[in-house]
T-cell receptor
């Protein structure tokens, strides 16, 4: 069955460092992968989408890579700030009608 | 652009009552809306997909008679939790996909349901 795993439940880093979050999947061939940010008690907010034929995508301090051979996506936040503290979710399309399956999320804490 | 609202943001009800949650796309037309449920410190679990003007498609294990979904227009979908019980207490989130055929979903702020 399809399985999506995000590397850790929580990640603590120092302000200014680069945060790297991992999303691995098995038994799956998604056409695209998305990353969302979720703050406590709020709905997810879309950050980036990367398609299967794209290796890397950037948006300001964010960078996403997608390796379909390794079945892995890496999400990087450079020059991290305390305001980046949140839960980050990866989501893969289910090859049907834009439905998404979400990973368990990684809670990022950036300490000043 | 691409704003999705939910109402109410928080609701407390007695066991056995029904609760309706509204999801609206404010500045775009949503051909498809999705309803998710999220338990504390857990990820989003898709409950159902609703397409405007047709019956919702429920995920395996989700009771369609308990979670009634109506998508009467391109900007409004409702989820009614019927005969709610304490185990239905959760965070319910809707999302909407645009008519432009894009792959991004836009999420509402969520509704916290507490059943006493």
């Amino acid at each position: 069955s399809q399985k999506i795993e995000q590397n850790s439940e929580a990640l603590n880093i120092q302000e200014g460092k680069t945060a790297t979050l991992t999303c691995n999947y098995t038994n799956y061939s998604p056409a695209y992968l998305q990353w969302y940010r979720q703050d406590p008690g709020r709905g997810p907010v879309f950050l980036l989408l990367i398609r299967e034929n794209e290796k890397e995508k950037r948006k300001e301090r964010l960078k996403v890579t997608f390796d379909t051979t390794l079945k892995q996506s890496l999400f990087h936040i450079t020059a991290s700030q305390p305001a980046d503290s949140a839960t980050y979710l990866c989501a893969l399309d289910r090859n049907a009608g834009n439905m998404l399956t979400f990973g368990g999320g990684t809670r990022l804490m950036v300490k000043p | 652009g691409a704003v999705v609202s939910q109402h109410p943001s928080r609701v407390i009800c007695k066991s056995g009552t029904s609760v309706k949650i509204e999801c609206r796309s404010l500045d775009f037309q949503a051909t498809t809306m999705f309803w998710y449920r999220q338990f504390p410190k857990k990820s989003l679990m898709l409950m159902a997909t609703s397409n405007e003007g047709s019956k919702a498609t429920y995920e395996q294990g989700v009771e369609k008679d308990k979670f009634l979904i109506n998508h009467a227009s391109l900007t409004l979908s409702t989820l009614t939790v019927t005969s709610a019980h304490p185990e239905d207490s959760s965070f319910y989130i809707c999302s909407a996909g645009g008519t432009a055929g894009g792959d991004t979903q836009y999420f509402g702020p969520g509704t916290r349901l507490t059943v006493l």
